[in-house]
Every structure is written in structure tokens, then in C-alpha cells.
T-cell receptor, first 113, second 110 residues
Framework: GAGVSQSPSNKVTEKGKDVELRCDPI?????LYWYRQSLGQGLEFLIY????????KSGLPSDRFSAERTGGSVSTLTIQRTQQEDSAVYLC???????????FGPGTRLTVL | KNEVEQSPQNLTAQEGEFITINCSYS?????LHWLQQHPGGGIVSLFM???GKKKHGRLIATINIQEKHSSLHITASHPRDSAVYIC????????????FGTGTRLQVTL
């Protein structure tokens, strides 16, 4: 079946603008994660959703970052007043109940000019 | 000190060689993940293990819980194995939130 999808695949924006990144997980993915991979850096955790529980936001780098997951399915990551250091690939991953295996989307490459 | 460390950072091998990538972690884990990232960025989960050894095709992953160490082995390497291999620790009590190593860039040449 179809994998986790993300949109847009690429986003170029000007410093100070807001951006929204979207993740469509596979049906049945009760858990959803957002990660960031900056140029030359490793992956870092941003936020985690599990069912109806309050999300784990411990990885969000600043209050300019927020995310929501509507109806236990689609998730959007919003970055307000973007800065150049926000330039990175933003990855979403879903997980089925039980096994820990995470299924990654292709990512959104964000460039802040 | 990073909580998850990998070695080597870069690795070049000739086709057919046996390859080992190492991962050490300093946190308590629920599971240790090995991921593969090809040029272009797509990430695929290769293994998730909490004990012992797993094998899939030419790939083998092992973990030693006491020593907090895991290895990924590739037998009979092939140029299509060229990718970045990432070790990630699913830390206990964090609902499978992953802490990542910095990755090992593998290049397999003919």
C-alpha cells in the first residue's frame, strides 16, 4: 500500500514568513513523529503524537514551532516567523500499534532565504 | 558526549567486502534501530532489535545489552548498498522517541 506522504516536497520561503508542512500517515498509524535533519547534522526529534494523548513537544526548538494532528490522521507542522537556521529537511514517521518500527515519509526540504 | 555514537563516520569498501558499522549508546533503551538513508533522503527502517541478532538478506544486526553496543554487518557488499546508515536508540520511558547517531556514510565501489 501507499507509504507515509509529506507535502510539499520542497519549500522555499523568505525569512520571517510562516510555513506549514503536512504529513499524511498510513491508515492505522496511531503514533506520529516529526523529526528534523539540518544540513550536515544528524536527525533530531521534534514532537510526538500518540492517539488522543497530549503530544510530547519536548524536542521543539522554540515557541515558533507548533504541530497538530487532526482526527488522529493528518498532521501539520507550523513554523512561524521562519529563520535561516530553520532550513532543514523535516521528516514525518508513523508507527503502528505494538511494534516500534517507524515508517518514514520522504521529507520536506525547507529553505529559508 | 552524544547519547548515541557511531563509527566509522565514513567508510569506503570494494564490492564483495564484509562491512561492519558500530553503534554505542549511553541511555537505557527499549529498542535499537538501524535505518538506511539513500541519496535523495528517503529513510528506510532496516532493523529494530532489543536483544540478540536479526538477519535480513545480506544484512545482520546484533546487540549486546550489557555492553550497550550494536553492530550492523553487510555481507558481500554491493554498490547499491551505498547509503548513510543511522543507528537510533528508542529510549525507555519516552514512547519510542528516537535519539539518533550521526550516521555512517558507506560507499561501495566496483
Amino acid at each position: 500500500g501507499a507509504g507515509v506522504s509529506q507535502s510539499p516536497s520542497n519549500k522555499v520561503t523568505e525569512k520571517g514568513k510562516d510555513v506549514e508542512l503536512r504529513c499524511d500517515p498510513i491508515s492505522g498509524h496511531t503514533a506520529l513523529y516529526w523529526y528534523r535533519q539540518s544540513l550536515g547534522q544528524g536527525l533530531e526529534f521534534l514532537i510526538y503524537f500518540q492517539g488522543n494523548s497530549a503530544p510530547d513537544k519536548s524536542g521543539l526548538p522554540s515557541d515558533r514551532f507548533s504541530a497538530e494532528r487532526t482526527g488522529g490522521s493528518v498532521s501539520t507542522l507550523t513554523i512561524q516567523r521562519t529563520q535561516q537556521e530553520d532550513s532543514a529537511v523535516y521528516l514525518c514517521a508513523g508507527r503502528l500499534p505494538g511494534p516500534d518500527t517507524q515508517y518514514f515519509g520522504p521529507g520536506t526540504r525547507l529553505t529559508v532565504l | 558526549k552524544n547519547e548515541v555514537e557511531q563509527s566509522p563516520q565514513n567508510l569506503t569498501a570494494q564490492e564483495g567486502e564484509f562491512i561492519t558499522i558500530n553503534c554505542s549508546y549511553s541511555v537505557g533503551i527499549s529498542a535499537l534501530h538501524w535505518l538506511q538513508q539513500h541519496p535523495g533522503g528517503g529513510i528506510v527502517s532496516l532493523f529494530m532489535l532489543s536483544s540478540g541478532k536479526k538477519k535480513h538478506g545480506r544484512l545482520i544486526a546484533t546487540i549486546n545489552i550489557q555492553e550497550k553496543h550494536s553492530s550492523l554487518h553487510i555481507t558481500a557488499s554491493h554498490p547499491r548498498d551505498s547509503a548513510v546508515y543511522i543507528c537510533a536508540a528508542g529510549t525507555t520511558g519516552t514512547a519510542s522517541k528516537l535519539t539518533f547517531g550521526t550516521g555512517t556514510r558507506l560507499q561501495v565501489t566496483l
